[in-house]
């Protein structure tokens, strides 16, 4: 007997080959009907013998499109219409969008493979994708997903391209981006300062002469433009960091494949899954003594940041040169990654000798993606390219919908309603005023492709936060999360895990609501409110952002806190300070000008690694951290014993012992190595100190790490197994950033649930 089953699917179903699946599958049960993408997804309309209806509906969840992600599955019946055939029907672009953008997907094995052979129509297309891989967010201009709603919109299709798009039963049928050299955009090579253009293969060739001699190029890809050089070559490398002005901090490599990974670097195999995953994120991996990388691309430090090709210009590009490359976001020092063609000849003009570049523009700015393995798991440091703008399933759901715009540095946003939190790409540092307009841009254009109007907007307590600033300018009602808080908030829905929490948050500042800068807190997170269990011993903070800059500052201050009369000795003996300026911080200490008390673990750090004679002025971020992580012994047992004592109500972790065991060490020679890794074993120590004590008290045993310090995986590992040992439950961040990068998705939930509290 004939029946007939409507079936709405929700979740990433458009853009990744749905509709062609499914009237595949519903060919091969001898079902009849059609399917159609709504703004809610996609919609089957199905006829046949209910039991091949059944079996068709199994297979449809068990075994969907790879790059589809299936949220909800509702199967309404209705009277058969005895239709015959299935065919794919137009898109219905009437009611509200609920329907999900799919991430940027890695060139998939099929297409390599045409790629490469030369009876292929497609052979040495850097535009080849299909249903199952290529561009997908950043070329999105509106919704439902549709070609003309992309920025392949001023690309007809051939004859031979429609028919492929049209044809059930063809790998391409209905991807959007599809193109081939008839008809699709085309590659160019402009040298810098030229107004001349190269086309098609002789671009490739002149850019690949270009890196061959050493040269900086310019290369347009998914998100935006990547600088990119020889990593084999050093002087190369150099001239880069040079005309960048990024000195320091490590380059990410590409290389072609999994073999060429082996090459430079160790990789396990949970690591090799990672890089090649569809989202092709930057991995953080141990370089290969010996491996042929030039020195300059990751100074001082055992690690190189590693990710695959990821387009065909990739491909092709990595199979000419046969090397690894630098491959870095296309921008001067920290400004956002340039993606439009007339900014990027503008802007990296001074910086790239050519540009490889092409006519396909770049809807949506999206920076590569970074991550690595800690304890057994995938972590993500950046959430951008390959994974946004995918949804995170929040539970409880969001009880209004929800627009929270971050912190200051490594900005996201997040939009919320009902059971997703939309959390953003990478916007970056909002010091620079075009940061600030792309998250504005950002916002507007979320708000457009997911449909949602938020009801309240959500933003960091610290006032002078362009992100802050933004969020009183939108004519809603604004709330303000504490930073560790949102940190906390952040790593509970990571795990999806809504009952109480010890959050341990380390990081390296955030405004405290008692006027200090918080940075190493315990807070006790339930529901949408938090109390303040303890926190790290406050120290002055000298000068603010000199003492994020110069970590032989913090050195000082904690020693002028934690050695009494012996202080000013060790500070002469241990820590290289400008001798002109030790007059004027000593100034500052003792009469507390411009030096706010901080609790900050991120600083403790740094003055640990100055105290060490590793750094005294940083040149990126956390870069003394980094360096004290790398310098550790991981065979050091020792440690300094954790000094607690009640104040106000609070537990406060006194550091002082800390500091006074690595004066101590340095006096005895001891090796540095063994100081740096005594001194991670007793920040582990301190932590579990507070947090058994914490948890026996409150009766809470879920412990969430989180904050930017919590990247150290030596850090992270050490203390999440003594935890684990000691009995708790350990919370880490895994598809969210444990820095600020995962703080908007914090701020929403915490926000949200608070204006819902006060019957907002
Ligand atoms: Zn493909
Ligand atoms: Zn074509
Ligand atoms: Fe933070």
Redesign the pocket.
């Known amino acids: 007997m004939t029946e007939r089953r409507v079936v709405a699917i929700r979740g990433i179903v458009q853009g990744v080959g749905f509709r062609p699946f499914i009237r595949d599958l519903a060919a091969s049960h001898d079902l009849s009907g059609q399917v159609h993408n709504d703004l809610g997804g996609v919609v089957v309309d199905v006829e046949g013998p209910g039991a091949s209806i059944e079996a068709f509906l199994a297979q449809l969840q068990a075994a969907p499109p790879p790059l589809a992600v299936i949220d909800s599955i509702s199967v309404d019946s209705a009277p058969p219409a005895f239709r015959t055939g299935f065919t794919v029907a137009q898109s219905d672009a009437s009611g509200a969008i609920t329907a999900l953008v799919a991430a940027d997907a890695a060139t998939c094995d099929a297409c390599l493979d045409e790629l490469f052979t030369p009876t292929n129509r497609r052979f040495r297309h850097p535009f080849i994708t299909c249903t199952n891989c290529g561009p997908r967010f950043t070329i999105v201009t509106g919704m439902p997903y549709d070609r003309h709603r992309t920025t392949m919109a001023s690309f007809p299709m051939c004859a031979a391209c429609h028919r492929e798009y049209h044809d059930v039963a063809d790998r391409r049928h209905h991807a959007q981006p599809i193109a081939c050299p008839d008809c699709g955009p085309v590659l160019g090579f402009q040298p810098a300062g030229a107004r001349q253009r190269s086309l098609g293969a002789a671009a490739l060739a002149a850019a690949a002469t270009m890196l061959r001699e050493g040269k900086i190029l310019a290369i347009k890809g998914l998100g935006g433009y990547h600088l990119c050089c020889d990593a084999t070559a050093d002087v190369a490398v150099q001239t880069l960091r040079v005309r960048k002005r990024r000195e320091a901090r490590p380059l990410a490599i590409m290389v072609r494949d999994l073999n060429g990974a082996r090459k430079v670097a160790q990789v396990s195999d949970a690591e090799a899954t990672l890089l090649a995953s569809a989202a092709r994120p930057i991995v953080l991996l141990r370089r290969r003594p010996g491996s042929d990388l030039g020195g300059s691309v990751a100074p001082g430090l055992p690690t190189v940041g590693l990710l695959l090709a990821y387009t065909p210009i990739h491909h092709l590009l990595l199979a000419e040169l046969d090397r690894p490359l630098v491959m870095t976001s296309g921008n001067r020092s920290e400004e956002p990654i340039a993606h439009l063609d007339h900014d990027a000849l503008d802007r990296l003009g001074g910086i790239a000798d050519g540009f490889l570049l092409h006519d396909r523009p770049i809807a949506t700015r999206c920076d590569d993606s970074v991550a690595q393995m800690v304890a057994g798991g995938c972590s993500i440091i950046r959430r951008s390219r390959g994974f946004a703008p995918q949804p995170i399933g929040i539970n409880p759901p969001f009880p209004l919908p929800i627009l929270a715009l971050g ?1 200051h540095l490594k900005n996201t946003f997040c939009l919320g309603r009902d059971g997703r939190a939309f959390l953003s790409h990478h916007v970056g540092d909002l010091h620079h005023p075009s940061a600030v307009a792309a998250l504005a841009e950002g916002v507007d254009q979320y708000q457009r492709l997911f449909g949602i109007t938020p009801r309240c907007v959500a933003h960091d307590l610290h006032p002078d936060y362009a992100s802050t600033r933004l969020a009183e300018t939108l004519n809603l009602p604004v709330i303000g999360v504490q ?2 808080h949102a ?1 906390v908030a952040s790593c509970q829905a990571d795990q999806g895990w809504g009952g109480p929490v010890l959050g341990v ?1 380390f ?4 405004a405290g609501t008692d006027g200090a800068v918080w ?1 190493g807190e315990f807070l006790r997170v339930e529901g949408s409110t938090f109390q303040r269990l303890g926190h790290l011993a406050y120290v002055p903070l000298p000068g603010g952002e000199a003492a994020v800059r110069e970590p032989w500052r913090m050195a000082v201050a904690h020693l002028m806190t934690s050695c009494g009369t012996e202080a000013e000795g060790a500070v002469h003996d241990l820590v290289r300070c400008p001798p002109d300026q030790w007059g004027v911080l000593r100034q500052m200490l003792t009469s507390g000008f411009r030096s706010p008390p901080t609790s900050s673990v991120g600083r403790l750090f740094d003055a640990a690694a100055a105290l060490l004679g590793l750094r005294t002025h940083a040149g990126y971020e956390a870069q003394a951290a980094i360096e004290l992580e790398a310098a550790a012994d991981p065979a050091t047992t020792r440690s300094y014993g954790p000094l607690i004592h009640e104040q106000d109500g609070m537990l406060v972790a006194d550091p002082g012992a800390v500091i006074r065991g690595l004066v101590e060490d340095r006096h005895r020679n001891r090796p540095v190595a063994e100081m740096a890794g005594a001194f991670h074993n007793a920040i582990r120590d301190l932590t579990v100190a507070m947090v058994t004590r914490l948890s026996r008290e409150t009766g809470i045993r879920h412990v969430a790490l989180t ?2 310090v919590f990247q150290n995986t030596r850090l992270v590992e050490g203390t999440a197994e003594a935890l684990t040992r000691a009995g708790c439950t350990v919370l880490l961040h895994r598809r969210i950033p444990c ?2 990068g995962g ?1 908007a998705l914090g701020q929403a939930v915490v926000a949200a649930g608070q204006f819902a509290q006060a019957g907002g």
Do not use: E, I, T
């Not at 990081?507 to 955030?510: E, K, L, P, Q, V």
């Open positions: 912190g930073h560790h940190h948050v990081d390296g500042s955030g940075g904050g930017g820095n600020d703080l």
